[in-house]
């Protein structure tokens, strides 16, 4: 069994900033892409940012210059570090990784963390 767990998120004034964590347990055998997406009320779900093993990052054209991701795969973590934060970035963020148990690699999603960003 794997699991994705997010923290970091809550309420922010505009102009502030948050960082997300998402850890990943259990029998990992290895991990490959990680991201963030988010989804706001009436909307679907959209990428934010995606960090692979080795390679390029990727960012959605509505956060380049303000969010960053990282990951530390010693601790099977992922973070987003959102800077100049926006009242359209208010939604519920999911973490989203491609992990490889015996198995081949499977996506897991975590539960979600609400950003909310509001004066």
Known sequence: QVQL????????????????SCVASGSIFSMYDMG??????GKQRELVATRPRRGSTKYADSVKGRFTISR???KNTVYLQMNSLKPDDTAVYYCN????TIAPP????????QVTVSS
């Open 106 to 113: 499977v996506g897991y999603w975590g539960q979600g963390t």
């Open 5 to 20: 767990v997010e923290s970091g998120g809550g309420l922010v004034q505009p102009g502030g900033s948050l960082r997300l």
């Open 97 to 100: 990784a491609a992990i490889s």
């Open 72 to 74: 530390d795969n010693a």
């Open 36 to 41: 963030w997406y988010r989804q706001a009320p």
